[in-house]
């Protein structure tokens, strides 16, 4: 029997901020004043460091002394059990499948490790959680097994290190769709008993980056991340479900100033890494917080690893905990002043809570398992490249050879950093363009309803209200068109440096005469390769993936919204054998517009696969407008193999090869609103005509109610500049554009020659590169962007 997931439901969750204060340290004691001031539970006073004031300062009676209050405040005296006792009801909801993350922050030798990691005599956040997760598991009464792994990974100078390996390599960040942002190839170790985490824990500890600096005689140098899942399953039951939480225990490395700390050479730099990626966390966290007052702001988790990491705590599915450390010495003022407006702010950031249930897309899993193999196999060659390296090291007659082949080992090196870089870019202006797009519907809303209310309203106080939020949104499309840029330009950098890169590898292989160097070499390249090929991949699947959870949402929203019941839903879902997994189904909310008829055969015709001889009714159109975001989706007639296209207001600098020139786009691309011009994909081995007849719209079949939807609703006909259809058709053969550059990426894998997969030609905009074969796995969903007729 085919089976559905009903949408799992999402709570709303507020971080909690607690903030800990640390008593003096001896040092402190003899040359510092306490400053803090526990009012009680939830709020402090920050002193006046300044105990003589200048005669301006005393008349006009300025103060520098600041009230703050928050969810939980701690004073010196407080040991970390009782910080821990205000938030276990966090960790326990790990054993059922929810996610949840504690971090702590603050400058340098306020308390962060000494919160996370504590001392035996009073330990610390990770070792008493771990106390907990055991302890539930053992008196859990029900006949689940729980299985828990743990990991244990820093970030130092922007490089990611395992922990619980020896002598790790450099481990690269990738975008999963089911479980958000993962560290591909870190060690995940099965435990039993929380006794052999704690002892994984020292190791790690012991292999931390740590200095002594002036601020600190163990100041952490890196950011360390410790993560604790507990996967939960039924006994004994066919297709047994699956819960899967995950514990986050982040201890970040202090933010200094390079005066304070007194630091030069290597120390400074790591000063300047850690501070930029604390910034880079400071501007998520200013993003966030002003997203909840303000809306649409863009988050820039891309701008460091630290931040990518932290990206599933700060805004996705996890319940979330800063724990902000401040110093209670007079000298750190500004410090804690920092540190305290940043958890004031953090205050504001929600998450969206749910439990993690079950699997899906096991096509997804296998990419992800193979991209693990290439990872592990990059990760092999690299040391065989090493040894390779040490051993000719030995011989001294061939220094000179030795030198080349290090270089040589460097540029391959700074290559595949290079590419990591630029897919990262291109995401962020990815992101930032479908913020902007948001922002301006919301605009174009917003001017619209201006204009009414400026005919009817006789104060004018509306319209000054639409007014504010107004010039909001036009803040944040200029802040988003400033950031964006940013990056374009960023782009613009990395391609040079990547032209840089390949002509001196190019050059120093000519050179060099070592064959077992150079084919270790060239293999190293080519799984680089193929490895970034795959995530490219994985990114387009999670696109799909998106739109289907999406489109499934929707669904159900219309079906709630006609007024079933869940029992009814369930019955219907039977008679047409379909399965629904998931206990709970959501409340209808966000429904806009519903285009009978036939609405409720839809499920089947989108969700099922076409695995099964079962038919069902013609058309079935869902239209739904909601927060500022539009979108359609259409089932195809039944002869056809199940289609959904969408339209959305998009258009990616993805899809826009950098020449801009009109052969770089398809014939039927055509001139959107302000001149720019839509690209159009085709599919492989179908004539161009063909390709449009495939979207409902353009055919002999058009959905029943989009026109008249699309015409009666002016914004939106304004707004609907492209549409994507979704062919999910059995063994399909087609893997095509879902926001990704393929020029870029063609340029890429072409300039790896000898590479025996590249992309198919008909791809690619007016390709003038066909040479060669298709490398497509099976079960592939196709992802095309479309011209709207009319549009
Ligand atoms: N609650 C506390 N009680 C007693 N001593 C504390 C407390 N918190 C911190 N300390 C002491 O303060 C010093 C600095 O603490 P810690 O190393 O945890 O700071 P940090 O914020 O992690 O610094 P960095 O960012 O430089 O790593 C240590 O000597 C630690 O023992």
């Known amino acids: 029997m085919p089976s559905i997931r009903a949408p799992s439901s999402k709570r709303t969750a507020s971080l909690l901020v607690a903030v800990k204060c640390r008593p003096l340290t001896d040092a402190e004691q003899k040359r510092s004043r306490h400053i803090i001031q526990v009012t009680d539970d939830k709020s402090l006073i920050v002193l006046d460091p300044d105990l003589s004031k200048d005669y301006l300062d005393l008349i006009q009676n300025r103060t520098k002394e600041r009230r703050y209050s928050f969810d939980h405040v701690f004073g010196p005296g407080c040991s970390n059990v009782d910080l821990y006792r205000n938030i276990s009801s966090t960790i326990a909801g790990v054993i059922q499948g929810l996610n949840a993350t504690i971090f702590a922050y603050g400058s340098t030798g306020s308390g962060k490790t000494y919160t996370m990691v504590g001392t035996s005599k009073d330990p610390g956040l990770m070792v008493l959680s771990l106390h907990t997760i055991f302890d539930l598991i053992k008196k859990d009464k029900s006949s689940d097994i729980c299985e828990v792994s743990c990991s244990y990974l820093e970030v130092y100078n922007e490089v990611i290190y395992d922990l619980l390996e020896k002598s790790s390599g450099h481990l690269e960040l990738r975008e999963d769709p089911q479980h958000g942002i993962v560290v591909a190839g870190l060690r995940s170790?099965?435990?039993?008993?929380?006794?052999?985490?704690?002892?994984?824990?020292?190791?790690?500890?012991?292999?931390?980056?740590?200095?002594?600096?002036?601020?600190?005689?163990?100041?952490?140098?890196?950011?360390?991340?410790?993560?604790?899942?507990?996967?939960?399953k039924q006994r004994n039951q066919y297709q047994s479900q699956i819960l899967r939480g995950k514990l986050a225990l982040v201890d970040l490395a202090g933010s200094e100033r390079a005066s304070e700390t007194n630091s030069g050479g290597q120390k400074l730099r790591d000063g300047a890494n850690i501070n930029r990626s604390l910034l880079a966390l400071a501007n998520c966290i200013n993003a966030l917080g002003k997203q909840q007052k303000k809306g649409l702001a863009?988050?820039?988790?891309?701008?460091?690893?630290?931040?990518?990491?932290?990206?599933?705590?700060?805004?996705?599915?996890?319940?979330?905990?800063?724990?902000?450390?401040i110093s209670p010495a007079d000298d750190q003022y500004h410090h804690t002043i920092n540190t305290l407006k940043y958890a004031d702010r953090a205050k504001e950031i929600k998450t969206q809570v749910h439990k993690n249930i079950g699997t899906i897309d096991t096509h997804v899993a296998d990419y992800q398992r193979m991209i693990d193999t290439l990872q592990i196999?990059?990760?092999?060659?690299?040391?065989?490249?090493?040894?390779?390296?040490?051993?000719?090291?030995?011989?001294?007659?061939?220094?000179?050879?030795?030198?080349?082949?290090?270089?040589?080992n460097i540029l391959s090196s700074g290559t595949s950093e290079n590419v990591q870089e630029r897919i990262n870019l291109q995401k962020a202006l990815f992101e930032l363009e479908e913020t902007n797009i948001r922002n301006r519907i919301e605009l174009q809303h917003l001017d619209d309803v201006i204009a009414m209310e400026e005919v009817v309203e006789t104060d004018g106080a509306v319209v000054q209200v639409l007014r504010t939020r107004r010039q909001v949104i036009l803040d944040n499309i200029r802040d988003n068109d400033e950031a964006g840029a940013g990056y374009k330009k960023d782009i613009e950098i990395n391609e040079k440096h990547r032209h840089q890169l390949q002509d001196m590898?190019?050059?120093a292989i000519s050179n060099n005469g070592n064959r077992t160097y150079l084919h270790i070499l060239s293999q190293y390249r080519l799984l680089g390769m193929a490895n970034t090929e795959l995530q490219f991949e994985m990114a387009m699947r999670d696109q799909v993936i998106h739109d289907q959870r999406e489109a499934m949402t929707n669904l159900w929203n219309v079906l709630l919204g006609l007024g079933l019941d869940q029992q009814q839903i369930m019955d219907l879902a039977a008679k047409q054998r379909i399965k629904i997994d998931g206990s709970s189904i959501p409340g209808a909310s966000n429904l806009s517009t519903i285009c009978s008829p036939v609405v409720s055969h839809a499920i089947p015709r989108f969700m099922y696969h076409s695995s099964s001889s079962q038919t069902y009714p013609s058309n079935a159109c869902i239209f739904q407008q909601q927060q500022g975001h539009s979108s359609i989706a259409y089932s195809r007639p039944q002869n056809d193999s199940p289609t959904v296209c969408r339209e959305e207001h998009q258009s990616s600098y993805y899809l826009h090869p950098h020449d801009n020139s009109q052969s770089a786009y398809s014939e039927m691309g055509e001139r959107g609103s302000g001149g720019r011009l839509k690209p159009c994909f085709y599919p492989p081995n179908r004539p161009t005509q063909d390709a449009c007849n495939f979207c409902p719209a353009m055919n002999a079949q058009p959905c029943p109610c989009s026109k008249e939807q699309l015409s009666s609703d002016k914004d939106l006909r304004h707004q609907l500049k492209q549409e994507r259809w979704i062919s999910n058709r059995q063994n399909s053969q087609e893997v095509s554009p879902s926001g990704l550059n393929y020029q870029h990426l063609y340029e890429e894998l072409a300039s790896y020659g000898g590479l025996n997969y590249g992309l198919h030609e008909s791809y690619l905009p007016h390709s003038s590169l066909k040479r060669h074969p298709v490398f497509v796995p099976h079960g592939v969903v196709g992802v095309r962007p479309f011209n709207v007729p009319g549009s």
């Open 298 to 325: 863009y988050v820039p988790y891309r701008n460091s690893k630290l931040t990518r990491i932290l990206k599933d705590g700060l805004s996705g599915n996890s319940q979330t905990i800063m724990v902000a450390t």
């Open 377 to 408: 196999e990059i990760c092999c060659l690299r040391k065989e490249l090493a040894e390779k390296e040490s051993q000719l090291n030995i011989k001294p007659a061939e220094k000179a050879a030795d030198n080349e082949l290090s270089w040589l």
């Open 189 to 232: 170790i099965k435990v039993q008993s929380a006794d052999r985490i704690l002892e994984l824990l020292n190791l790690g500890n012991s292999r931390r980056k740590t200095e002594s600096t002036e601020a600190n005689a163990t100041s952490s140098r890196s950011h360390a991340v410790l993560e604790i899942t507990v996967k939960r």
């Open 505 to 507: 590898i190019d050059e």
